[in-house]
Nanobody, 123 residues
Framework: VQLQASGGGLVQAGGSLRLSCAASGRAVSNNGMGWFRQAPGAEREFVAGISWRGASPHYADSVKGRFTISRDNAKNTVYLQMNTLKPEDTAVYYC?????????????????WGQGTQVTVSS
C-alpha cells in the first residue's frame, strides 16, 4: 500500500485546510486509517482516526471540535478537514493505514505511512 498525502500549505490563524490521503496498490477499505503530525523537535502525535466503515472517529483533545476525519472507500481516500487552525497546529501531517479494521491512537499499530504534507499556520 502506498499513501500519498496532499493539501497542506500556509494559512493564517483561524483559517481552514483540507488534507487528503490517497491510497494505491490495494484497497484500504478494510483498514483503520489515522492522521498523525510531527512538529519540529517534537515526537509524532496522533491527531485523528477512523475505522474501516467510517464509524467511531476519534480525535486528540487538542483538535476535537475543530478537525474532522472522513473517508471515501470508493475513492480509497481519507480526508482531514481542519478548521479554526492555530499556530500550534503547525507540523508535518502524515496519514497511516493500520492492518486492523479500527484506528488506534498508537503509531505502533500502523503499518503503512504516507510521506507527509507540511501545514504552517501563521499568527
Amino acid at each position: 500500500v502506498q499513501l500519498q498525502a496532499s493539501g497542506g500549505g500556509l494559512v493564517q490563524a483561524g483559517g481552514s485546510l483540507r488534507l487528503s490521503c490517497a491510497a494505491s496498490g490495494r484497497a484500504v477499505s478494510n483498514n483503520g486509517m489515522g492522521w498523525f503530525r510531527q512538529a519540529p523537535g517534537a515526537e509524532r502525535e496522533f491527531v485523528a482516526g477512523i475505522s474501516w466503515r467510517g464509524a467511531s472517529p476519534h480525535y486528540a483533545d487538542s483538535v476535537k471540535g475543530r478537525f474532522t476525519i472522513s473517508r471515501d472507500n470508493a475513492k480509497n481516500t481519507v480526508y482531514l478537514q481542519m478548521n479554526t487552525l492555530k499556530p500550534e497546529d503547525t507540523a508535518v501531517y502524515y496519514c497511516a493505514a493500520s492492518l486492523k479494521s479500527f484506528a488506534s491512537a498508537s503509531a505502533r499499530e500502523y503499518r503503512y505511512w504516507g510521506q507527509g504534507t507540511q501545514v504552517t499556520v501563521s499568527s
